[in-house]
């Protein structure tokens, strides 16, 4: 079956703009969950979903990220003013339910803020 | 907070050689992922250690838990071209569901 889609894969933008990053989990997982890799370096745990609400948002590194999952499927990962240290690769994971904890990651959106 | 490392960064060996990172968390975990990231790609699940002390085995690989819940070992045995990429523990800790990587071993195989 289909897996984690991502889009866009690459995002190029300017510092001082907002960007909107999409996340498509696999269907029927309730658990979503964002990350963000710099290069050279492991995951980094931004915000978990379970269902529609935010589980946990402790990784969240400031108040321009917030991320929305309204109807408990698609997720929005949104960055306000991005700066230049936004730059990375957001990868976003489901799993199957709260408990289960095998993650299927997504491809990734590579994010350049120039 | 938490943290989780691993040693060595890198790690260069000749096909059919031995290979074994290590993973230290500063604290104790509730179970231990393991993941593969190929160059460019998306990392993926390979294996999760929930018991103090436990062991698995998936064909030429080998995962430990510390009986301290702590740490934790992959071991690959004959290594072949296709291992290639960086492996990453990831810890589970308490009642929350997010993964805490470790700072991840590149393995490149020479043939």
């Known amino acids: 079956g289909a897996g984690v889609s991502q889009t866009p894969s690459n995002k190029v933008t300017e510092k001082g703009k907002y960007v909107e990053l999409r996340c498509d989990p696999i269907s029927g997982h309730t658990a979503l969950y964002w990350y963000r890799q710099s290069l050279g370096q492991g995951p980094e745990f931004l915000i978990y979903f379970q269902g529609t609400g935010a589980a946990d948002d402790s990784g969240l590194p400031n108040d321009r990220f917030f991320a929305v999952r309204p109807e408990g499927s698609v997720s929005t990962l949104k960055i306000q003013r991005t700066e230049r240290g936004d730059s990375a690769v957001y990868l976003c994971?489901?799993?199957?339910?709260?408990?289960?904890?095998?993650?299927?990651f997504g491809p990734g959106t590579r994010l350049t803020v120039l | 907070g938490q943290q989780v490392m691993q040693i060595p960064q890198y790690q260069h060996v000749q096909e059919g050689e031995d290979f074994t990172t290590y993973c230290n968390s500063s604290?104790?975990?509730?179970?231990i992922q393991w993941y593969k990231q190929r160059p460019g790609g998306h990392p993926v699940f390979l294996i999760q250690l929930v018991k103090s002390g436990e062991v698995k085995k998936q064909k030429r690989l080998t995962f430990q838990f510390g009986e301290a819940k702590k740490n934790s070992s992959l071991h690959i045995t004959a290594t072949q071209t296709t291992d290639v990429g960086t492996y990453f523990c990831a810890g589970v800790s308490g009642a929350t569901n997010k993964l805490i990587f470790g700072t991840g071993t590149l393995l490149a195989v020479q043939p």
């Open positions: 994971a489901s799993s199957l339910r709260q408990g289960y904890n095998e993650q299927f």
């Open positions: 604290t104790t975990l509730s179970n």
